[in-house]
Every structure is written in structure tokens, then in C-alpha cells.
């Protein structure tokens, strides 16, 4: 335990300021991909040669960027296909069931989302200009990643100071230690999650491979990538293995059910045992922070929220609070 001193105050300060001009000029992006970059570049470290883990570095990342376009390639070229298959097996199974929809066939459900798909061609060109933009803040996350892996020193002229103990060197010392507890935070979450993504996505796999189900690099990757947020990306990604079944029969749709409800009572001691043993807090707070982070920051946000909370628990349960608590003198 440990009581404040004024340049720990001013960390904290920092910090939080840091914190909310994040979420307010929607800074979570380069925040994560900073954070999830020096977790890789750790991870890469495996002997003692700091230029050959950023060559390894360097290689994942293209090897990533390359993976990411070839699966959005793909992507691209099944959601119009499940589209066309899945539409005419819903609208039949809705009239054998009395069901009614506000859509007959592909080409009233396309009236029905004419304006939105208007809506949404318009944007291209932002969507375009604003991808270009994040591919750069990326690159540049990447940079700084790798940088602070060389030495993350803030006060690089310590020794060379007129006052030895200045303020300067002690804020420089306490911010430090903030962004070490902001990381081990991130570590202990994101491992956590990677952790139960992958066994999900494995058993995920032996399923779609068993039952042949179409699109299966689609399925798996977006059951990996959905994996990496807590709680919700469950549900993202059973809501598209759902869909994909359907397109081969309601049957196969309800027997993907079945397994995806029997693989959710499995996360339940999988969470417990791994992101509770690890983050212990209550279910409902991550889900609030999850909801905050996303109206804030959207994705990022979401992989941030769990992280914060984290870190606010590490940070206020090593203040000691006995001399602040210590009753007066009596009159």
C-alpha cells in the first residue's frame, strides 16, 4: 500500500485527462493497436535481440494486413452469396410457419432497404478516405510501439538535471508507472480473452467442419475476431453461424443453435475460470463499461472498457487510505 504524494497526484491527473481526451476525439484505435503492438513485440522477445523482434514484428504485421484483406476478399464475395441462398429458405420456412415478413423475394426485401443501401453508396467515398486515414494512424501506432519497446524512458537527460530530485523526473517516474499498470491491465485482459477466443474458435471450427458448413473461413474468422470482446462478440458471432446454417436448412440452422447454446455453458466456466480468476469483477460493471466504451469510442471502446475498469480496481487498491481515515483529536 502507499499514500499519495503530489507528483503521484499529478500522474493520476494526467492520466485521467489522457483518458478522456481519448474518448473524446475518438483516440481508442491507436490506443489499443499501441498496446496490442508492445504485447506482440513482448511476446517476440524471446531471446536477447530487441532489432530481430522488431523484424519478427514487422513480418506479423504484413502477414496480419495481408490475412485481413484476403478475409475481407472473401467476406465480400459470401454475404451476397448467403444472401441469395439464405433469403428464399427464410421466406419458406416463415409461410410454412404462418410467419409474416415484411418482405416476399430478393427483390421486395431490396425495395425494402433501397434507401438505406442509398444511403450507405453515398458514403463510400468517406468510407474510402476515412480507411486511408486509419491505415496511416496504424502505421504510425505501430512506430510508436516499437519505439517505446527500445526504451521507454521518459526523462532521457536525468542525469544531467541541476536539482536531482525535480519535479519534472518525478512525474516523468509516476507517469511511467501509470502506463506500466495501464499495460499489465491490458495484458491481463486481452490475454485472457485471446485465451478463451481460441479455444472458441477451435471448437467452433470442429463444428463448421463437421457438418460442412458453407463459407467456413468466413465462420472461423469472424468467431475469433468477434471472440476478442467480451461478452457481446459471443453473440455477434452466433448470430452469423445461425444465419449461414439457415442457408442450408432450418434444420441445420436449429442444430448450429443447439451446439452454440451447449459452447455458451462451456464459456460460463471458461470465463469463470479465466477472465474471473484474472479480472474479478462483476458481470453487470464490465457490461456497463462495455456499453459506455462503445458509445464512445465504438469497437475500440468496447476492447478498452474492460481494460479501464481494470486498471481503476489495480490503481485506488494500492492507496493507502489509513491517514485519511484516522479520526482527529478529540476536543
Known amino acids: 500500500m502507499q499514500s499519495l504524494k503530489k507528483p503521484a497526484r499529478y500522474s493520476y491527473l494526467f492520466i485521467f485527462l489522457l483518458l478522456v481526451l481519448t474518448a473524446w476525439l475518438r483516440l481508442g484505435l491507436p490506443l489499443v493497436a499501441v498496446l496490442l503492438s508492445y504485447f506482440a513485440l513482448e511476446k517476440l522477445h524471446y531471446i536477447n535481440n530487441k532489432s530481430l523482434a522488431i523484424v519478427l ?32 429458405s427464410i421466406i419458406k420456412y416463415a409461410g410454412e ?10 427483390e421486395s426485401l431490396k425495395a425494402v432497404t433501397l434507401n438505406e443501401v442509398k444511403d450507405q453508396i453515398t458514403m463510400l467515398g468517406r468510407v474510402a478516405k476515412f480507411a486511408g486515414h486509419e491505415f496511416v494512424v496504424l502505421l504510425i501506432s505501430f512506430v510508436v510501439a516499437a519505439s517505446l519497446f527500445v526504451n521507454s524512458v521518459l526523462d532521457l537527460e536525468r542525469e544531467t538535471h541541476q536539482v536531482r530530485n525535480n519535479l519534472y523526473s518525478a512525474m516523468c517516474e509516476e507517469i511511467s508507472s501509470r502506463f ?8 491481463t485482459v486481452m490475454g485472457a480473452q485471446i485465451i478463451i477466443s ?28 468477434c471472440g476478442l470482446l467480451p461478452i457481446i462478440g459471443n453473440l455477434l458471432s452466433n448470430c452469423v453461424i445461425v444465419g449461414i446454417a439457415f ?3 432450418p434444420k441445420m440452422a436449429f442444430w448450429a443453435l443447439g451446439f452454440l447454446v451447449a459452447l455458451h455453458k462451456l464459456e460460463y466456466f471458461l470465463n469463470s475460470k479465466i477472465i474471473g480468476d484474472r479480472i474479478k469483477n462483476p458481470v453487470w460493471l464490465t457490461l456497463l463499461g462495455l456499453i459506455l466504451g462503445e458509445r464512445l469510442m465504438g469497437i475500440p471502446g468496447m476492447i478498452l472498457a474492460p481494460v479501464v475498469l481494470h486498471y481503476l480496481k489495480a490503481e485506488m487498491t494500492r492507496i493507502d487510505m489509513t491517514e485519511q481515515t484516522q479520526p482527529g483529536p478529540k476536543p
Open 198 to 225: 481460441a479455444i472458441n474458435t477451435a471448437l467452433t471450427s470442429m463444428f463448421v467442419l463437421a457438418v460442412q458448413l458453407p463459407y467456413a473461413p468466413v465462420v472461423i474468422g469472424v468467431t475469433f475476431l
Open 97 to 106: 410457419k404462418g410467419l409474416e415478413l415484411p418482405f416476399t423475394d430478393l
Open 57 to 88: 514484428f514487422a513480418g506479423l504485421v504484413l502477414g496480419v494486413f495481408y490475412g485481413a484483406a484476403h478475409f475481407l476478399q472473401q467476406a465480400l464475395v459470401a454475404l451476397p452469396q448467403i444472401a441469395e441462398t439464405s433469403i428464399p
Open 180 to 187: 506500466a499498470t495501464l499495460y499489465r491491465s491490458f495484458v
Open 247 to 249: 442457408t442450408v436448412s
